[in-house]
């Protein structure tokens, strides 16, 4: 399985006491396992990937309240020592002898940014992403969403077809790649290219990110000379206007960045709020009796099975407190999203699944989607994809249910994320 071949794996149990996110406990019932962290205390010493030592934040408040303080920096350098080396992230590169001219895209990509560069690129990026925009993308979703709902049967086999397969990946990846301005029959290496990405494996990561770039440089000369309106040519003509705004490796990894995260996880979003559907019958009867419950219950599947259950390290750049525990200038910390999801302190019966637990037409009530000045920058778009997707797939086939007992769905092993391998269903 990718877990046993993880060289990630090898760490776990060198420091007793001091819980490792690779651990099967936390690994495979993230839910449980952190939320007994949690219960302990808001900060925990704990050991991330290859071993790195952090503080892992458990709560609902104190994820909050690091998330909006700018004394926690996403910018690796301020790692102990002040050195790149410092992280798991340059220590996995190491390992894949990444070459120099590449990492600089991953420094300067969007998330391990602070101010103010930060604040420049996301400024010039979420002009792409206004919520009007968004809006204006819905019908254009929809239509997508019922191309492939209509094509499902055709992938059945004795009577089952798997949705994250041909439905949960293509839809969100049709949306991105429209938005952005990637070609169609470059789609399918794409999503290839993300799926080795998200494996973490060490091989499969040093052959796909070197092609992306590339990729994206060939794409970038070719749209030069027929910019359209599409995301990519305003991304191009804000650079061509003025390098100072937007930088030639900046433009690439926020192309890079957007495609990335503008597939998996809305698709795994889809996945996982399905299977929550299906096996909770009164919710989804609920549901079906009112569509306009959508928005609202889109919320709730995202705090209760939302894809990203923790954020990228931060690094403190001082000496803070934080809930009574001293965390020192350098230190690696981690906002762990899924136990402050489930927290009771802020939440009652936190494992209830219902629906209607966000009241209509108030702010998301979860840190599913981050907080802050990193907060999603897609949010509007993965909760209108979220919503497009289980409105249209319960209005094409109202009979639709799991094809294997709950148990039985399986899940990859991957930390920070909640994603099925697959999810078999009849669809009535
Ligand atoms: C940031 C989750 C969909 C683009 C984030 C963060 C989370 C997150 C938790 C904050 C990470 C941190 O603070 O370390 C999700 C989930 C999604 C989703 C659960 C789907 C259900 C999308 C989509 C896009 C996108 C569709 C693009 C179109 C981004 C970008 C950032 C981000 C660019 C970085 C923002 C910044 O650093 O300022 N996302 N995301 N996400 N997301 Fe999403």
């Known amino acids: 399985s990718q877990l046993s071949t993880s060289p990630f794996a090898e760490h776990v149990g060198k420091h007793p006491g001091e819980p490792n996110s690779m651990e099967p406990a936390l690994l495979h019932d993230p839910f449980t396992g952190y939320g007994e962290l949690r219960e302990k205390g808001p900060v925990i010493r704990g050991r991330f990937l290859d071993d790195t030592p ?7 408040a104190e994820v909050r309240q690091v998330l909006r303080d700018q004394r926690f920096a996403n910018d690796p350098a301020f790692a102990r020592g002040s050195s790149r080396e410092g992280t798991p992230t340059t220590r996995l590169l190491d390992m894949l002898g990444m070459p120099e001219d590449l990492r600089v895209y991953l420094a300067r990509s969007i998330l391990n940014m602070d101010a103010p560069d930060h604040t420049r690129l996301r400024r010039l990026v979420s002009r792409a992403f206004t919520a009007r925009k968004i809006t204006d993308l819905r019908p254009r979703v929809e239509e997508i969403a019922d191309e492939l709902l209509t094509r499902l049967p055709e992938h059945a086999e004795d009577g089952v ?10 839809l969100p990846i049709t949306v991105i790649c429209e938005l952005v301005g990637i070609p169609e029959e470059y789609r399918p290496q794409w999503r290839k290219w993300a799926g080795e990405l998200v494996s973490r494996d060490p091989k499969q990561l040093a052959k796909a990110f070197p092609a992306m770039i590339d990729h994206i440089h060939d794409l970038v000369r070719a749209r030069r000379d027929a910019l359209t309106d599409d995301l990519l040519s305003e991304l191009i003509r804000t650079h ?11 433009m690439v990894t926020l192309v890079l960045t957007l495609v990335l995260a503008g597939h998996e996880t809305t698709a795994h979003l889809i996945g996982n709020g399905t ?3 299906l096996t909770h ?6 549901l079906t009796a009112d569509p306009a419950l959508l928005p609202r219950a889109v919320h709730e599947l995202m705090r209760w099975c939302g894809p990203v259950q923790m954020t990228q390290l931060r690094y403190a750049t001082e000496d803070i407190e934080l809930a009574g525990t001293q965390i020192r200038k350098g230190d690696a910390v981690q906002l762990i999203l899924v136990s402050a999801n489930y927290d009771p302190r802020h939440y009652t019966e936190p494992a209830r699944l219902d629906l209607t637990r966000h009241p209509a037409g108030q702010a998301e009530n979860h840190v599913g989607f981050g907080h802050g000045m990193h907060y999603c920058l897609g949010a509007t778009l993965a909760r209108q994809e979220g919503e497009v997707a289980f409105g249209k797939l319960l209005a094409h086939y109202p009979d639709v249910s799991l ?6 769905l399986e899940r990859v092993p991957s930390p920070g994320n909640w994603r099925l391998a697959s999810l078999p269903l009849r669809l009535g």
Do not use: C, K, M, N
């Open 54 to 60: 952090v503080w892992f934040v458990t709560r609902f």
């Open 161 to 170: 077809v798997d949705l994250i397969q041909h439905f949960a990946y293509p």
């Open 240 to 250: 061509d206007d003025d390098g100072s705004r937007l930088s030639d490796v900046e």
């Open 275 to 277: 299977a929550a559907l």
């Open 281 to 286: 019958p009164d919710q989804l009867r609920l």
């Open 403 to 408: 094809a294997v007992e709950p148990e039985e």
